[in-house]
């Protein structure tokens, strides 16, 4: 279970998010959408600190934290009950598949090798990627890429999976590799930012329209994309032709 609560994030003058409170229940799978500059990555990198917001507070499980003043155990804490995958991949070029997979597993979760390496050889596998793991970043696709990067997630098992924008750095050709490698993870809260909105439509429980640092709107995408309550909703959706 993830809980947010009036959390608040500014950069300069600009505040970039607004009191967002949010409640994800354990196994679901929410998609965040919304124009350029609506906070929606920065409340994903709020969640796990890659970010610090100013005020509100955040609970994942057990775990909770209040964003205005927390020690470096509540930050290590919280940071462990969740991973990310990003929009570039963030893979290490001098490792191969499998050791950007045994990274952190070995360094952080302090997992012996072979065991790490078992645990990397099954995620490979349910990315379709086993055959890679010797393969270094430049010799796969964007698309492999990526798949990779959702294997090092699935590899930390952590509670929440947080995918920032996880296809808009691949070619057109690419993406649906991508998407249904998303959609075989069973098991797991996910919180997903996307432009795709046929595929937040298929895979989310529910739709959350972020705009100007506001939760304008969050409802089952039944709902959401056939019966959308703001006038900004609806024009967004008009001008997506998703509505």
Request: hydrophobic share 40%.
């Amino acid at each position: 279970m993830v809980e947010l609560k009036n959390v608040n994030k500014t950069f300069a003058q600009h505040h970039i998010l607004k009191n967002i409170h949010l409640h994800i229940k354990e196994g679901e799978i929410i998609a965040i959408i919304g124009p350029s500059g609506a906070g929606k990555s920065t409340l994903l990198r709020c969640i796990n600190l890659l970010e610090r917001p100013q005020s509100g507070s955040i609970r994942i499980d057990n775990v909770s934290l209040d964003y205005a003043s927390f020690s470096q155990k509540a930050m290590l804490d919280l940071r462990r009950k969740s991973t990310m995958v990003f929009q570039h991949y963030n893979l290490f070029v001098n490792k191969n598949v499998l050791q950007n997979i045994t990274e952190a597993l070995i360094v952080v979760k302090k997992i012996p090798k072979k065991q790490a390496e078992e645990i990397a050889f099954n995620v490979l596998e349910k990315v379709g990627l086993r055959d890679k793991a010797s393969s270094y970043p430049y010799q796969l696709s964007g698309g492999q890429q990526q798949r990779v990067g959702i294997a090092r997630a699935l590899a930390i098992d952590s509670t929440l999976i947080l995918f920032d924008e996880p296809t808009s750095a691949l070619d057109p050709e690419l993406v649906g590799e991508v998407l249904e490698t998303i959609k075989k993870i069973h098991n797991k809260t996910m919180i997903i930012v996307t432009h795709e909105l046929s595929f937040a439509r298929s895979i989310a429980q529910r739709i959350v329209f972020m705009t100007q640092g506001e939760i304008l709107e969050e409802n089952p995408p039944e709902i959401f994309f056939t019966q959308p309550i703001h006038q900004r909703t609806k024009d967004f959706l008009q001008s997506l032709h998703a509505y």
